[in-house]
């Protein structure tokens, strides 16, 4: 009798309360963390990780269908919420490939740095890009880049620029939290969601609190705290 063909494991309960988005990013984290451990660790990576890492970066970023090497990374332990059910990927699946690709990408030859660091979304990893060497004035080529990757509603388009944006971070050992990345990814691709990734984004690369005087920084401490009710 022939074996039955593996099945997606179902979810836990509390799976099903979060956003697909969520989920998306807690399942990168898991597989990225592990990835990145074993690819620091020691006097050499793994085997296993080296390989992993080589093989993502040279497959094709838009068919995690075709990508052998992805298949374990995204099924094992999947939300059931983000398993496709058709012929093709689902978006959540879709997004975990492409995120394992750039980060296999950014990870290259920059042992022994984590280019996957926690709470380091695209803005602020284009800003400290676009920041360094450029004491009075932004690299005008990242800003560029940054706002092409933002503004774009076409998901080769993005993948394309952010690419390219990672590529520019890895060569100056700029970090990013891909695990967010995969969030953010999944997001774009809903128009109901875009609009507040592209203005997290842009916070991020753009706001820079202005600098507080002497008498400013006095008064903030000596006077009560205004309390101010958000809309």
Known sequence: MSESPPTVAESPPADRTKAPSQLVAEHLGRIIGRLQAEFLAGSAPTAWAQATLA??????????????????????????????????????????HQVLSLYAVHQQGR??????????????????LAWIDHAAQANAGVVSRFHRLS??????????HLRSLITMLRSERVSLDHAMLGRDLYQLLHPGTRTRVQLRWARDFHYRPPKKTDDQQNDTATNEPIKETQP
């Open 55 to 96: 093989k993502l970066r040279t497959g094709d970023i838009n068919d995690p269908g075709g990508s052998p090497t992805s298949w374990q990374l995204i099924f094992e332990d999947l939300p059931e919420s983000l398993a496709g059910r058709g012929d093709g990927a689902s978006k959540g699946e879709r997004v975990i």
């Open 111 to 128: 042992r022994p740095y984590a280019m996957h660091v926690a709470g380091r979304s695209v803005g602020r990893a284009a800003r400290d």
């Open 151 to 160: 503004s774009t509603t076409d998901e080769s388009l993005r993948l394309g």
